[in-house]
């Protein structure tokens, strides 16, 4: 049995993939951000925003444009030199390893193979069964012609000219569009279908991040943002549907979001705490007692919801049992929402939102 390869990044390739990325990788995306401040103002200013929120708007995209110009492309160059100085390609008889510090280890077998493009002077991307799971080959690696013989011989290479960053920019910029539009827009007409799309997108991409092995973990967990983007799609789309639908339903579309949420979270919380494969220690523990507070709360919330109508509680043991309902459940959200900030684990988001949703229900009743 033959040893496997190992392809290290030539370092006199580094300079030609830095002056890319200040050539053409960043003023595309500089020009996307911008143009979407430019929709946005002239949207504000068609729908006759206050001048003073314009120019708070227009200062803060000047300044994230500032930072696009002059501090992130040193982080971007930051970060190259890192993968450049880590990245390690390894071949075996019958797999491909790529090795990076930023990124997990992500291991194709050659039979996993699904697809291999190539961009002429820029990459080798070697596609497993879903898209994400791609390893990325540099030119700038070196034998190149080697590997290039050695994945040809798995699946025939298939030449692209556009590249993965140039698909990525045009998709954000286009996203950035329509999310402005749909801001400042109040026809239903426009508002029901944008809000509904560009929410299932933000979803989409979310997800997308999350599991792709080619995103650093430092994005992603910048990608939770994305919920507040969704949360006002939400919320666009309740203002553009309550004027066509009675009072109330706005109100009840609210309290459901709150009362069938934490069931959802928990669910997605356990099957991502039962799924860590690493081993767990002390804090691990702390996100698994937290949601079985969570849960023992949930638990109690809809037991009084079945027992109780709280907008006509009718007696006195109603009240009694809500306000019991109250007494336990509240400290075990409050309890959750601590062991959430203290514990570890990939369910720590979802058990602070559950415990969260479930407080303010807590709260709610204590005060109806």
Partial sequence: MTDPAHYRLLASALPNEQKRIRSSYMPTLVLGVALSAVVFVALGIRQEAPPKSMIQFSLIMVAYIAYL???????????????????DLEIGCDYLLRRQADLPDLRLQFDEVQAVERVQGRYLRVIGKRKSRAIAIPEG????????????????????????????????????????????????????????????IIVWVFFWIRRNPNIPESLKRVAWIFWLFFVMCILKLLGAVSPHLPQQAAGYAIAGTLVFSPSVLLVAGWVGWWRLRSSRYWRNYVIALGLASTSISALCMYGVLLCVRLAHIGNLNEHRLVMAGVYLGWPLSAFSIVAAFTGKGRSRVMLCLAALSLATVWTIEFYS
Avoid at 69 to 87: A, F, Q, S
Wanted: glycine share 2%; hydrophobic share 50%; net charge positive.
């Fill in 69 to 87: 110009v002059v501090w992130y492309p040193r982080r971007m160059t930051r970060r190259l030199i890192k993968c450049w100085e880590t990245y």
């Fill in 141 to 200: 690696v070196d034998h190149f012609d080697q590997v290039l013989e050695t994945v040809s011989s798995i699946r025939p290479v298939r030449v692209r000219t556009i590249e993965q960053w140039q698909k990525h920019n045009v998709l954000m910029a286009a996203g950035l569009l329509l999310y402005v539009i749909m801001l400042w827009e109040t026809s239903p007409v426009v508002v029901v279908p944008l809000s509904l799309a560009m929410g299932s």
